[in-house]
């Protein structure tokens, strides 16, 4: 963080732009992950080879690098390997083991990934910072959070949903001829009419009016074929994730690296939607054991390497999502590990069946001199369609024309069809990060970091979730309008899509990171001190004030990313979990309950440990500042647990341990209530979290043997352990 530096508290105007130099850059290790380093720089401090095994990529790279930084620079001296594979089965370790690439033909990609690093730190810690505190002047509380990619992105999801609201529906007329044929054919003419006197000129010049019939100008029947969906990429299968069972991105993301981990996928954070021989002959030999799998009885012979799938031209560093040659027993993963992996199964076999096959048919029909069209196919072979069985709306409407001959004079009938335009659609996440998506067509990040985007977005609450469609809030539309719609480059997409195809250039040597660091510098000297003039008018900060601050009756409300924040008359805070039960607060929930003391109604969709489903009345406990479940029956009050700060720790009693964790920090740890037969309370874990350990001996604890003894309790604050003290 910048307190590391020997420079001014960037949280001040004085302190900014924080600009340190990127050869000096300081790097430490996260809090609860010291020991394991140490182990890890033990191990390359004291080795003769080192053989760099981390993910073969951008990421990987950067990761091995930074660890090296911490490590003696006599380090640097020892020959470095690089082990590259795509997948964690037995076979492929081997292989890549027995085929070691020296160090150097990789680094590129670390030159580029810590490029996006620094670049990304540095864009992070200079526009946080000066945007919280112009706002702060604005009377709006909290940190606002920007960054290289994430900004220019709430930018999509904001001019998306304005082109919504802005949208104005507007008539048009198109033209149609309905065949008076068994069956009937709709013929379509191809333009859209916008002016009413266009559209008139048009229907009186062909005399539209009175016609009855048409004559056929052109038939061309054509057999054409339709090979099976490409393999999935990373965004290819976050998008039908998305789009097939509503998950979010980043739980797509989570489960395919769990199938890698298991040894089941190959390689999840890909952008290739090829594969090579190597792992096509793999496919090939398993072919029969994946049939098998998935109880299929076709012929799949089309076992020959085909472009659309393999080209070992095309794959540079990592291939599709593919099964591994170790299939799993499907009773053993969960109900969505079992639908990621079937769908890259099935997506995969596929390519070994024939092609669908059918006959394309376009007829040209002729209604006084003005030209309609019909096309209709017909399934000749349903190939790799009939293989497995497809969701409805994944199926093509076949339409079937019955014999035209040109020449033909065919009774019909000319109608004038009024239509209306449609607004954009809003963005969900697949159609946002997915394959083809806007991320993507932007180029903005990289496959591999644009669900975590769209998690940061919605976590510091500039976007939100609705019916799997991703929508701005107040605060989005905030930091849209002083960024990109202040004309200032920090929120345009445009922008970070050229630092994002200079970065690619860097791995591949035609660029630097020297060139690109020192754009970036320039780009924040000139920004940050533009802003420090800037006087930061917006019309949407009452909206946020409005929007995330309610005041009910004694109790002022403060809608935070996971919790409502409130305030009482004395000045007092304390937080209402928004997760309660399984069951999402709403705001208007928590209005209630703290204007009533309990819900009108009983709230649906509340689950028991056991996770079965029950209704309750929630009711709020102005002494303990709790929200409990109440039944009307029993009378029954079960306590929601609130979170109390204890010096630089944020502490959650639950049932059987206190979850613990430092404030700022992600990652929590744990206290079991009961250390060797003893129950601890919440007073000795202020005491252990305030002052390291406690003053007295504490009594009552019981050894393994079974012997009762004393001991001063102490608190590790890096293995994050409470020890005992003799």
Same mark, same amino acid.
């Given at each position: 963080?910048?307190e590391?530096? +020997?420079?001014k508290?960037?949280?001040t105007?004085?302190?900014?732009?924080f600009l340190?130099?990127?050869?000096t850059m300081?790097?430490?290790?996260?809090d609860g992950k010291q020991?394991?380093f140490k182990?890890?720089?033990e191990?390359?401090? /004291?080795a003769?080879t080192?053989?760099?095994a981390?993910d073969?990529d951008?990421e990987g790279e950067?990761?091995?690098?930074?660890?090296?930084?911490?490590c003696k620079?006599?380090?640097?001296q020892?020959p470095?390997k690089?082990?590259?594979?795509?997948?964690l089965t037995d076979k492929?370790?081997i292989r890549?083991f027995?085929n070691?690439?020296d160090?150097?033909e990789?680094?590129g990609y670390?030159y580029e990934?810590?490029?996006?690093?620094i670049?990304?730190y540095?864009?992070?810690?200079?526009a946080s910072?000066m945007?919280t505190?112009?706002?702060?002047?604005? &009377?709006l509380?909290?940190?606002?959070s920007? &960054?290289?990619?994430?900004?220019?992105?709430n930018t999509?999801i904001v001019e998306? +949903?304005?082109a919504?609201?802005?949208?104005k529906?507007e008539?048009?007329?198109?033209?149609e001829c309905?065949?008076?044929?068994?069956?009937?054919?709709?013929?379509?003419?191809?333009?859209?009419?916008?002016d009413d006197?266009e559209?008139?000129?048009?229907w009186e010049k062909?005399r539209?009016?009175?016609a009855k019939? &048409?004559q056929?100008k052109?038939?061309e029947?054509?057999e054409?074929?339709?090979q099976s969906?490409?393999?999935?990429?990373?965004?290819?299968?976050?998008?039908?994730a @998305?789009?097939r069972w509503k998950?979010p991105?980043?739980?797509t993301d989570?489960?395919?690296?769990?199938l890698?981990?298991?040894?089941?996928?190959?390689?999840?954070?890909t +952008?290739?939607?090829l594969?090579?021989t190597n792992?096509?002959?793999?496919?090939?030999?398993?072919?029969e054991a994946? $049939?098998?799998?998935?109880?299929?009885?076709q012929?799949?012979p #089309?076992?020959?390497p085909?472009?659309?799938y393999v080209? +070992? #031209?095309k794959v540079?560093e990592?291939?599709a999502?593919?099964?591994?040659?170790?299939?799993?027993?499907?009773?053993?993963?969960?109900?969505d590990?079992k639908n990621?992996?079937?769908?890259?199964?099935?997506?995969?076999i596929l390519m070994?069946?024939k092609p669908?096959?059918?006959e394309?048919?376009k007829?040209?029909?002729d209604?006084?001199g003005?030209a309609?069209?019909a096309?209709?196919n017909?399934?000749k072979?349903?190939g790799?369609?009939?293989?497995?069985s497809?969701?409805?709306?994944e199926?093509e409407?076949e339409?079937?024309?019955?014999?035209?001959?040109v020449?033909e004079v065919v009774?019909?009938?000319?109608?004038?069809?009024v239509k209306?335009?449609?607004?954009p659609?809003?963005l969900?996440?697949?159609?946002?990060?997915?394959k083809? /998506?806007?991320m993507?067509k932007l180029n903005? &990040?990289t496959?591999?970091?644009?669900s975590?985007?769209?998690?940061t977005?919605l976590n510091?609450g500039?976007a939100k979730?609705?019916?799997?469609?991703?929508?701005?809030t107040?605060?989005?539309?905030?930091?849209?309008?002083?960024?990109k719609?202040?004309n200032l480059?920090?929120?345009?997409?445009?922008?970070t899509? $050229?630092?994002?195809?200079?970065?690619s250039?860097i791995?591949?040597?035609?660029?630097?990171q020297e060139?690109f660091?020192?754009n970036?510098?320039?780009?924040?000297?000139?920004?940050? #001190?533009?802003l420090?003039?800037?006087d930061?008018e917006?019309?949407?900060?009452?909206e946020?004030?409005?929007?995330?601050?309610?005041?009910?009756g004694?109790?002022t409300i403060?809608?935070?990313a996971?919790?409502f924040e409130?305030?009482d008359a004395?000045?007092?805070?304390f937080?209402?979990?928004?997760?309660f039960s399984?069951k999402?607060?709403?705001?208007?929930?928590?209005?209630?309950?703290l204007? @009533?003391g309990k819900t009108?109604?009983?709230?649906?969709?509340?689950?028991?440990?056991?996770?079965?489903?029950?209704e309750?009345h929630?009711?709020?406990?102005?002494d303990s500042?709790k929200?409990k479940?109440?039944?009307?029956?029993s009378?029954t009050d079960?306590?929601?647990a609130t979170v109390?700060?204890v010096?630089?720790?944020?502490?959650l009693e639950k049932?059987?341990v206190?979850?613990? $964790?430092k404030?700022?920090a992600?990652?929590?740890f744990?206290?079991f209530?009961?250390i060797?037969?003893k129950?601890i309370?919440?007073?000795?874990v202020?005491?252990l979290?305030?002052?390291?350990?406690?003053?007295d001996?504490?009594?009552?604890?019981?050894?393994k043997? /079974?012997k $009762?003894?004393?001991?001063?309790?102490?608190f590790?604050? #890096?293995?994050k352990k409470i020890e005992?003290?003799f």
């Amino acid at each position: 963080m910048p307190e590391a530096y +020997d420079v001014k508290n960037t949280w001040t105007y004085d302190g900014l732009p924080f600009l340190p130099d990127a050869k000096t850059m300081k790097y430490e290790v996260s809090d609860g992950k010291q020991k394991q380093f140490k182990v890890v720089k033990e191990a390359i401090e /004291g080795a003769s080879t080192v053989v760099v095994a981390t993910d073969p990529d951008r990421e990987g790279e950067n990761i091995f690098y930074n660890i090296m930084k911490l490590c003696k620079s006599s380090t640097y001296q020892k020959p470095m390997k690089r082990l590259w594979i795509n997948s964690l089965t037995d076979k492929e370790i081997i292989r890549g083991f027995s085929n070691l690439r020296d160090a150097k033909e990789t680094i590129g990609y670390f030159y580029e990934a810590n490029s996006r690093q620094i670049g990304d730190y540095l864009v992070g810690m200079n526009a946080s910072p000066m945007y919280t505190l112009k706002l702060k002047e604005k &009377g709006l509380t909290g940190v606002y959070s920007l &960054g290289r990619v994430q900004t220019p992105v709430n930018t999509l999801i904001v001019e998306n +949903d304005l082109a919504i609201k802005n949208f104005k529906p507007e008539n048009y007329k198109v033209i149609e001829c309905e065949t008076e044929t068994t069956p009937k054919v709709v013929f379509k003419n191809k333009t859209e009419y916008f002016d009413d006197n266009e559209f008139q000129e048009v229907w009186e010049k062909h005399r539209l009016e009175e016609a009855k019939s &048409g004559q056929i100008k052109n038939v061309e029947v054509s057999e054409k074929q339709q090979q099976s969906p490409k393999l999935f990429s990373l965004g290819g299968l976050q998008r039908y994730a @998305n789009s097939r069972w509503k998950y979010p991105t980043k739980k797509t993301d989570g489960l395919i690296q769990e199938l890698y981990q298991k040894g089941y996928l190959s390689y999840p954070r890909t +952008d290739s939607e090829l594969i090579t021989t190597n792992e096509h002959a793999y496919l090939v030999a398993n072919l029969e054991a994946y $049939k098998s799998f998935l109880n299929i009885t076709q012929e799949l012979p #089309n076992t020959a390497p085909n472009k659309r799938y393999v080209d +070992d #031209n095309k794959v540079l560093e990592h291939y599709a999502l593919i099964p591994t040659e170790k299939i799993p027993n499907l009773e053993s993963l969960s109900a969505d590990e079992k639908n990621i992996y079937l769908a890259v199964m099935e997506r995969t076999i596929l390519m070994f069946a024939k092609p669908y096959v059918y006959e394309n048919t376009k007829v040209e029909l002729d209604v006084n001199g003005l030209a309609f069209h019909a096309i209709g196919n017909v399934p000749k072979e349903m190939g790799w369609k009939s293989v497995l069985s497809f969701d409805e709306d994944e199926k093509e409407e076949e339409a079937k024309l019955p014999p035209f001959e040109v020449g033909e004079v065919v009774p019909s009938m000319v109608k004038k069809i009024v239509k209306v335009t449609k607004p954009p659609k809003q963005l969900t996440e697949g159609t946002l990060v997915g394959k083809g /998506g806007l991320m993507d067509k932007l180029n903005l &990040g990289t496959p591999a970091t644009r669900s975590s985007v769209i998690e940061t977005l919605l976590n510091r609450g500039y976007a939100k979730i609705e019916k799997n469609k991703i929508v701005p809030t107040a605060k989005g539309y905030l930091l849209w309008d002083l960024t990109k719609n202040k004309n200032l480059l920090i929120g345009d997409p445009e922008m970070t899509a $050229k630092w994002e195809e200079y970065l690619s250039k860097i791995s591949k040597g035609e660029g630097t990171q020297e060139s690109f660091l020192n754009n970036i510098y320039k780009f924040l000297d000139s920004m940050i #001190n533009q802003l420090k003039e800037m006087d930061f008018e917006s019309q949407y900060i009452r909206e946020q004030v409005e929007a995330t601050t309610k005041r009910v009756g004694d109790y002022t409300i403060n809608e935070k990313a996971k919790v409502f924040e409130v305030t009482d008359a004395e000045s007092h805070q304390f937080v209402i979990f928004k997760e309660f039960s399984g069951k999402k607060l709403t705001l208007k929930l928590v209005e209630e309950l703290l204007a @009533n003391g309990k819900t009108k109604n009983p709230v649906k969709g509340l689950k028991s440990k056991s996770g079965k489903t029950y209704e309750a009345h929630l009711v709020f406990d102005r002494d303990s500042k709790k929200v409990k479940v109440h039944f009307e029956n029993s009378g029954t009050d079960r306590p929601q647990a609130t979170v109390k700060t204890v010096g630089d720790y944020e502490v959650l009693e639950k049932a059987k341990v206190f979850e613990v $964790k430092k404030s700022g920090a992600d990652e929590s740890f744990i206290f079991f209530k009961s250390i060797s037969g003893k129950e601890i309370d919440q007073k000795i874990v202020d005491e252990l979290l305030l002052t390291g350990q406690t003053t007295d001996k504490v009594t009552g604890f019981t050894s393994k043997a /079974g012997k $009762k003894f004393d001991a001063t309790l102490k608190f590790n604050s #890096n293995s994050k352990k409470i020890e005992f003290v003799f």
